[in-house]
């Protein structure tokens, strides 16, 4: 190395020193336990240990795709993972854009307490506030709203029609602040020369969201898009386990892999068989993001992921 370089090198010092504990973090929490992947392999006895339990090959892997179930379990993940991007995006956009029109508007003190709103929304989303809404005696739909209405009582934990809507909303509902306030830091760093430029233009509102907002968007939805398709084999699993409160009627339509694999982790104590489904989850995001990434990158390799 030479003097310069060395020089060089040793001015980033500092923060290169700031990277250690999240080099340290990321290796003990992300990739020490990697190689308990083998697990997934193995029939696993809790005497021999991960090493010395017997090689099962890919039975446990057969084990989760040869049931009635995998079937099911593959399309309610594949599909809600789907449809929550999909509305979740389209929606977080239009709040984030929303609320910058009315940081312009109403002013800024007024654009604080409304931007509080999307984060309150996503915080107070839990399983027990969904069951207030849902209860079938006490729930604020059958006793208020339907009644209201001169309408029976609907049995919601027993009639699985309701619960794709259901999940659709409260997912939206639990994520949909977050979500907006990434768009939002990226609408508020856009050059207000360009807004400028386009009134002048006589560009109407919609037209400057049109041609310069939305695609000045484009990076991060395709950075945020490819994320989300990296997880499109997991699902939440306290949205599908918890909110519908484990109930037996509704395990067709709320049933998704994680959730399969809890429940045959609790009644079978298959350590292998979960493992398995862990490691088939990873291996096919992964396989997801890089082909989603080649994709943008063919289209755009500015808003390509790597």
Request: proline content about 3%.
């Amino acid at each position: 190395m030479s003097s310069r370089a060395f020089k060089r090198a040793k001015s980033f010092l500092p923060l290169y020193l700031m990277l250690v504990p999240g080099i340290i973090y990321l290796a003990i929490n992300n990739y020490l336990p990697m190689g308990g992947a083998i697990v997934a392999f193995k029939s696993y006895n809790f005497q021999k240990g991960i090493w010395g339990s017997d090689f099962a090959g890919l039975k446990n892997f057969e084990f989760l795709f040869k049931t009635k179930e995998a079937w099911i379990i593959t399309r309610n993940t594949i599909l809600y993972n789907s449809l929550f991007i999909v509305v979740g995006t389209i929606l977080a956009i239009a709040v984030a854009i929303l609320l910058n029109e009315i940081r312009w508007v109403a002013g800024k003190r007024f654009y604080q307490t409304v931007i509080l709103v999307p984060f309150l929304i996503s915080i107070v989303v839990v399983s027990y506030l969904v069951y207030a809404f849902l209860s079938t005696e006490y729930g604020f739909l059958n006793t208020s709203l339907l009644k209201a209405l001169n309408q029976k009582r609907i049995s919601w934990y027993s009639q699985p029609k309701w619960w794709p809507w259901i999940l659709l909303i409260v997912n939206v509902w639990k994520n949909l602040g977050y979500n907006c306030i990434i768009y939002y830091a990226t609408i508020v760093g856009i050059d207000r020369s360009y807004y400028e430029a386009a009134v002048i233009d006589g560009a109407s509102r919609w037209g400057q969201t049109r041609w310069i907002t939305l695609p000045s968007l484009r990076s991060t939805i395709t950075i945020l898009t490819l994320m989300a398709v990296g997880r499109i084999f997991y699902s939440d699993f306290g949205l599908f386990f918890q909110v519908p409160l484990n109930s037996g009627p509704l395990i067709d339509v709320t049933n998704t892999i994680d959730t399969y694999v809890y429940r045959g982790l609790i009644e079978l104590n298959n350590i292998g068989m979960s493992s398995a489904a862990g490691l088939y989850q990873s291996f096919v995001g992964f396989a997801l993001v890089l082909a989603t990434n080649f994709i943008a990158k063919k289209m755009d390799k500015d808003s390509a992921l790597f």
